[in-house]
């Protein structure tokens, strides 16, 4: 009799326990690594914003889902003053920061929080500028935020001024990065008082989406649903990241069901995936170029028309389907077709070996021999680099250039590459940081790049003069206008041979409803549900 | 034995300083430096650069960098990690015993099927059996890892759904760690399930990672084996009429024990080289994995902090290995 009696209650507490389980709803995603750490600031990785700004916080302005768009986040609206110096943010109240086993929050979001989250990336003597041992403000410095900010000033609790020292239009786009993702500064208050300032990088508190609850390094990151989201209630009440590390383990997991959600599958299980019945793959083109820069500081490609030559020769369609196995678009412009002023009406260079051949002759190359550099890592833009180099080594062949492959350690390459006396046409790419074509055409063209993230070592006064008027002025249809001529100006000089721009895919259960993918790349499960 | 014992641990001292030469040299002598890689395709200004090199100490003597690194180092400091920022011997230990659990079951696996395995084919030499075990053997042996472990995982885990993929645990059992050991800790959180889902989730690491411990275990005992049952006490043990498994069990196994004993200690590198592949398959927080991430990043603290950490727990083993195969061979403590 005791026995049943126990019996029973043991059944009717596991029940009890099923219950409880079964009416929280849990997506599980398998991501590709582990963060570096929960505060985004220090970090440019994207596999550390997934797991932090993204679930955790929110930004004065927010990319709108799926496109590259600026939308109000914290800020409910913004003015830019007739110069351009001056950047009005008007807050949004009632934003509740999380509440933790760690913290409790006493006050709602507001003017001293951005100004804390800027200053402390900005100011050399702020006591928060190096909070640990060896931090750097990777993104904030990498935007050139600090010669750019001359001062944040708070007008009232609802709002803030950003004095600029010159007007710069993607100035509201960086803000909608990763590294703008606004921290508490009561939190902070409370740290510094208990002398356990670290943890603002290991317990995070934002106004995000989801709260933080746990990391067990290596394996698990625990997220709830923050309950009084600015937004509304998330459909999920709980995100869970399996780190998981191997593409074809992750696929294994999703087929398995071990998780719901798996990045960055591998080109070649493709197919497989999308016969599964019981997963969807969506797709998505990333907003990246992969390329090939000359050196158009040394002869024989300081001439257009070499340059033009070589570009004929080069058989992207064979290199789209050898490298990136269908996953990817021949690239004729320097940003991606999902980029806004992204010229269509350009024309891309014809495959036509023969023509080349003449175009080289006609321009005094006779026997040229050159080096290819090939990355010795994966990257979106360029799955596979050395296999790049070799087709490009075979095309160039057939139009009389001896090509020979070189490859160093990766940040030997991107040390090395920068110098304007470099030998030989490299291989490399670039993916968008804030969506705004400045992002590629000034940071990867434009003469100041010269020695440094220029690789084609290529200044041109039209296209130098194009886009920097483009930087000054606000009116996007202005820029757009200034933006599409700088790209027929690129096409014609040629300081590259655009490859290619890879597709994203990304595998999930049919269960998943809500995802969008970001074209920035990113990983966003606010408003994803799943069925049960 | 306290002579022998302390001439054991004077060896140490020198091969102490040595790895920490090693491990400090290993990283620099890598191109790349950890400011590069972390700026990556955007790059950093030269004046920016040195200025972070300054900041990570990076710009100081070699000589002084190293001397900080052993003092620290002797106190049980190891730096900060470049990347997390946590300080290196915390992360080494959070991981370590998600290593340690499975080095452990893997040794186990092998050395429970190893050792009779061995037996057998020596008992039975020139046999089929012996054969088939000693070709499995080489086959295992041979076996690359990352292959073995995915063939496994779409056999078991993919087609059949007998185990699971990868991970210590099934996702819903939630519990702070107390050991570290998952297997402790699940039975320690007393969530009905748990210890269950933490051993079916050892299955198939062990057995990756155990392959080639077994491997060299069966042929080591098996050639171990044949050396002792020619022994003439052996054959004057059967004509006392004692009985086979009497002969096998107890006169041979007994001295065939030695040279396996120092195989099984030696393996103890050989799990910890395996143990990265495995954890990366497996999704396995351990610290092999963490060594390769850490690596690649050039964050010289982890690097060189995790190295000299491994090499400590290897020396550590090796001697209690010397210390045992002393206590069973009386021959060893007494020469030299």
């Known amino acids: ?532 | 034995m306290l002579a022998f014992l302390l001439r054991r641990i004077g060896l140490i001292i020198p091969t102490f300083i040595g790895v920490t030469i090693a491990s400090f040299a290993f990283i620099r002598i890598l191109p790349g430096d950890p400011v590069l890689l972390m700026a990556g395709e955007r790059g950093t200004s030269p004046e920016r650069h040195a200025e972070l090199m300054k900041q990570f100490g990076f710009d100081r003597p070699l000589w002084e960098q190293y001397f900080d690194y052993l003092f620290s180092a002797l106190q049980g400091d190891l730096g900060n990690s470049l990347v997390t920022k946590k300080p290196v011997w915390d992360e080494f230990f959070t991981l370590f015993p998600a290593t340690m659990e499975l080095s452990f079951c893997a040794i186990l696996f092998a050395v429970i099927i190893g050792m009779p395995a061995g037996v057998f084919a020596a008992v039975k030499r020139g046999s089929w059996f012996d054969q088939t075990i000693m070709g499995t053997a080489l086959v295992g042996y041979s076996m690359p890892i990352f292959w073995w472990g995915l063939l496994l995982i779409i056999l078991f885990s993919g087609m059949l759904g007998w185990t699971p993929v990868s991970g210590r645990i099934s996702l819903l059992y939630f519990f702070p760690p107390v050991t570290g050991f998952m297997l402790v800790d699940s039975l320690l959180s007393g969530q009905k399930g748990a210890f269950a889902s933490a051993l079916s989730h050892l299955i198939l690491p062990t057995i990756v990672l155990g392959t080639i411990p077994l491997a060299v275990v069966a042929r080591q005992t098996r050639s171990a084996m044949l050396e002792v049952l020619g022994e003439d006490y052996v054959r004057t043990a059967r004509a006392k009429g004692l009985s086979p498994s009497r002969v096998i069990g107890v006169h041979a196994l007994r001295n065939a024990m030695i040279p396996v004993i120092t195989t099984i200690g030696l393996q103890v590198g050989v799990l910890l080289a395996g143990a990265i592949l495995t954890e990366t398959i497996f999704s396995w927080p351990g610290i092999g994995k963490w060594m390769v991430d850490s690596i690649f990043r050039r964050d010289y603290p982890a690097v060189q902090g995790g190295l000299l950490m491994i090499a400590a727990i290897v020396m550590l083993v090796n001697l209690i290995v010397d210390l045992l195969y002393g206590l069973i061979n009386p021959r060893i403590r007494h020469t030299r």
């Open chain 1, 1 to 532: 009799m005791k026995r049943t009696k126990l019996f029973l209650a043991t059944l009717l507490a596991t029940t009890m326990l099923a219950a409880g389980s079964a009416s929280a709803k849990t997506l599980i995603y398998c991501s590709e690594g582990s963060p570096e750490g929960f505060d985004p600031a220090p970090y440019t990785a994207g596999t550390t914003f997934d797991a932090s700004s993204k679930p955790l916080y929110n930004r004065l302005v927010e990319f709108k889902r799926g496109t590259s768009e600026v939308i109000p986040g914290l800020a409910e609206s913004w003015e830019v003053s007739e110069d351009g110096l001056t950047y009005t943010f008007k807050l949004r109240q009632g934003v509740k920061f999380h509440s933790t086993d760690y913290f409790t929050p006493t006050r709602d979001f507001n003017a001293d929080d951005v100004i804390f989250t800027f200053e402390r990336q900005l100011k050399k003597d702020h006591p928060w500028n190096q909070y640990t041992a060896g931090i750097a403000w990777e993104y904030f410095d990498g935007m050139s935020m600090p010669d750019l900010l001359a001062s944040i000033e708070k007008v009232d609790d609802h709002t803030v001024k950003f004095m600029l020292k010159r007007p710069e239009a993607p100035m509201v786009a960086n803000l909608a990065m990763d590294f703008a993702s606004i921290m508490s500064a009561e939190y902070a208050a409370k740290l510094e008082a208990d002398g356990k300032k670290e943890m603002l990088n290991q317990q995070p508190v934002g106004t995000g989406p989801f709260k933080f609850v746990a990391y067990q390094k290596d394996a698990v990151i625990r997220y709830a649903a923050h309950e009084g989201y600015w937004s509304g209630k998330q459909p999920i009440d709980d995100l869970v990241f399996a780190i998981t590390t191997d593409a074809s383990v992750r696929q294994q997991k999703l087929k398995a069901g071990e998780c719901h959600v798996a990045p960055y599958p591998n080109p070649a299980d493709l197919e497989a995936l999308k016969a599964d019945p019981n997963l969807q793959v969506m797709e998505q083109e990333g907003l990246n170029v992969g390329y090939l820069a000359y050196n158009a500081l040394q002869a024989p490609f300081d001439k257009t028309e070499v340059r033009k030559a070589l570009n004929m020769a080069i058989n992207k369609q064979a290199i789209l389907e050898a490298v990136f196995q269908g996953a990817g678009k021949i690239a004729k412009n320097p940003i991606p077709p999902t980029m806004w002023s992204y010229n269509d009406a350009i024309e891309d260079d014809p495959y036509n070996p023969e023509e080349a051949k003449k175009m080289l002759e006609a321009a005094g190359v006779k026997d040229l021999k050159m080096k290819v550099w090939a990355m010795p890592v994966q990257r979106p833009y360029n799955p596979n680099a050395r296999r790049m180099a070799e087709l490009i080594q075979a095309d160039f062949a057939k139009v009389g250039v001896e090509v020979e492959i070189v490859s160093y350690e990766w940040g030997e390459y991107l040390k090395l590459s920068k110098e304007k006396d470099r030998d030989g046409a490299i291989l490399l790419g670039w993916t968008g940081d804030n969506g705004d074509p400045d992002n590629f055409l000034a940071v990867l063209l434009g003469c100041d790049g010269v020695g440094g993230s220029n690789r084609a070592q290529w200044c041109n006064k039209e296209f130098e003069d194009l886009i920097q008027k483009a930087k000054t002025i606000s009116d996007k249809a202005e820029r757009t206008k200034l933006y599409e001529q700088a790209q027929v100006v690129f096409k014609r000089e040629a300081p590259w041979a655009t490859i290619a721009h890879s597709v994203v895919f990304m595998p999930m259960s049919k269960k998943v409803s809500g995802y969008v993918m970001d074209p920035l790349g990113g990983h966003w499960f606010d408003g994803v549900d799943i069925a049960e």
